[in-house]
């Protein structure tokens, strides 16, 4: 029934450009509904306006991610499909084209290809013939620094509301350094969504030892690293040889990368960086906050009796690395910390368990609210070349890209695929999925990466140092590599 359910809409889409914006408001009542000869009246993004001024006009896009999971649609749907998302997606293109003779023109890059290069040697050779690079964190941020991207703040004609809830204001102003913005996402794209973390867990392990529920507990703001480790503890056992591996039966409380005992961290509220009043950030990592998270999660993710961490078993860039990870989505492992685009992927889809979704645990109860991390390398972000001719007509396209997005892609993507079709006996995930993404935190820190310090808590692992003598000797480089960055707006910088 869901499928017939689903091609039906997917069918009604097609012939309507109305159907995707009113398609969350399923129990609204035809009478409630505004006649269509009204409708003609409505500019399609009301902030904007009706206007032809930017008629036969064309929005470029150089991009990533082509065959990625919803990495392609937003920016590059070209025709429908059996996907609603790039259906929705479509329909976005044809009524901009539509309403204001806009079209958008989309360039997606060889995958595997170096992005940042290719963005350099075109601005270098002066070949650049978009107006907007879209891709991961780490891939944008040495352009900005280069002085290659516009400051949002900045533009003088800009039709960007970036405090509108189809932008997503938390993420612009963790993003912005003395002032000055170089990257936005929100609505207009998926894969800032798809990108961002959470934990996923077993529930059949969960029933099999008496854990208690554990959603509700998220739900209740009781879902803390110390209650992830107990039960990670009451779940782990050997399948009797005595011996923890990660290739026959042993069940494992957590399995994950070494990288992700910064992301344990940073969910304590706990970011590399502090930023001050004006905006600058500040080493942070030798703060009392971040120490005591740190213990804790190490504490955890050290315990080999409980944690199965890939750097322990293989290389990370070994071929049989995914044998730890596998443990989890073979149904031998409670825990596993995970982006959001798991649930769209065939590991989880395929699943011969129920599984269920959390927040990034807090540090105790007292933390104030979740904090949810996002993967620097594939959390796409959006920046205008500097190289932009028309500030006016390109953020008008974004501004009303965006909106659309929140009005009629979004709810295909959030509501339907995330909440209904993967989650669809989980009564509590929709309300979690909720928390994760209204608590993100990118650390700009990680964004910039600066002296490496992505790396930071697995090398202070691995060196056999303790956490605030390895934090300190890094602090040179750290805030020398930060410099840089602040120098390279320095033209910018009031």
Same mark, same amino acid.
């Given at each position: 029934m869901k499928r017939i359910l689903t091609a039906i809409l997917a069918l009604l889409m097609l012939c309507t450009p109305f159907v995707l914006a009113s398609c969350g408001e399923e129990t609204q009542s035809e009478a409630e509904k505004a006649p269509a000869e009204e409708s003609k009246d409505e500019a399609l993004v009301p902030s904007l306006g009706k206007t032809d001024?930017?008629?036969?006009?064309?929005?470029?896009?150089?991009?990533?991610?082509? #065959?990625?999971?919803?990495?392609?649609?937003?920016?590059? *749907?070209?025709?429908?499909?059996?996907?609603?998302? #790039? #259906?929705?997606?479509?329909?976005?293109?044809?009524?901009?084209?539509?309403?204001?003779? !806009?079209?958008? *023109?989309?360039?997606?890059?060889?995958?595997? &290809?170096?992005?940042?290069?290719? $963005?350099?040697?075109?601005? !270098? *050779?002066?070949? $650049?013939?978009?107006?907007? $690079?879209? #891709?991961?964190?780490?891939?944008?941020?040495?352009?900005?620094?280069?002085?290659?991207?516009?400051?949002?703040?900045? !533009?003088?004609?800009?039709?960007?509301?970036?405090? *509108? &809830?189809?932008?997503?204001a938390a993420c612009q102003e963790d993003m912005t350094i003395a002032g000055r913005l170089f990257f936005a996402t929100g609505d207009i794209i998926l894969m800032d969504d798809e990108y961002t973390y959470a934990v996923f867990y077993n529930k059949d392990l969960a029933d099999e030892n008496n854990i208690e529920d554990l959603s509700r507990a998220a739900l209740e703001n009781k879902w803390t690293l110390d209650l992830m480790y107990e039960t990670a503890l009451t779940v782990s056992a050997p399948d009797g040889d005595g011996i923890m591996d990660v290739t026959t039966d042993d069940t494992w409380g957590l399995v994950g990368w070494m990288y992700d005992i910064y992301n344990l961290i940073v969910c304590c509220d706990a970011p590399i960086v502090d930023k001050n009043e004006q905006g600058i950030p500040a080493f942070a990592v030798t703060n009392e906050r971040n120490i005591r998270a740190f213990e804790k999660a190490n504490e955890m993710f050290s315990d080999k009796t409980v944690t199965a961490r890939v750097e322990d078993f293989y290389a990370w860039n070994s071929p049989d690395a995914g044998n730890v990870h596998a443990q989890f989505y073979n149904g031998k492992a409670m825990f596993v910390v995970d982006t959001i685009h798991a649930v769209n992927s065939d590991d989880l889809r395929e699943a011969d368990f129920r599984y269920g979704i959390l927040p990034m645990p807090k540090y105790d109860e007292t933390q104030e609210t979740y904090r949810t991390p996002v993967n620097p390398y594939s959390f796409f972000v959006l920046s205008i070349m500097d190289t932009c001719t028309d500030t006016d007509f390109v953020t008008f396209a974004l501004e009303a890209m965006a909106y659309l997005g929140e009005k009629q892609v979004t709810p295909e993507y959030y509501d339907r695929t995330l909440k209904y079709k993967r989650f669809p006996d989980d009564t509590d995930s929709s309300e979690v999925l909720d928390i994760i993404f209204s608590n993100r935190l990118v650390d700009i820190a990680i964004a910039y990466n600066w002296d490496d310090c992505t790396f930071y808590y697995q090398n202070a692992i691995w060196s056999g140092n303790d956490i605030v003598s390895y934090m300190e000797s890094r602090r040179g480089a750290f805030e020398a590599a930060m410099q840089q960055t602040l120098d390279g707006f320095a033209d910018t910088l009031e």
């Open positions: 001024k930017y008629s036969g006009k064309t929005l470029r896009i150089l991009t990533t991610g082509e #065959n990625w999971t919803f990495g392609k649609e937003p920016l590059g *749907a070209t025709e429908t499909n059996s996907e609603p998302v #790039n #259906n929705a997606c479509y329909e976005r293109f044809v009524q901009l084209e539509n309403a204001y003779g !806009i079209t958008v *023109a989309t360039e997606f890059t060889v995958e595997g &290809s170096d992005f940042t290069a290719e $963005v350099r040697n075109d601005r !270098i *050779a002066g070949t $650049v013939d978009y107006d907007v $690079v879209c #891709n991961g964190l780490q891939w944008m941020s040495p352009l900005a620094t280069e002085g290659y991207f516009l400051d949002y703040l900045s !533009i003088g004609d800009s039709h960007l509301d970036l405090n *509108a &809830s189809w932008w997503d």
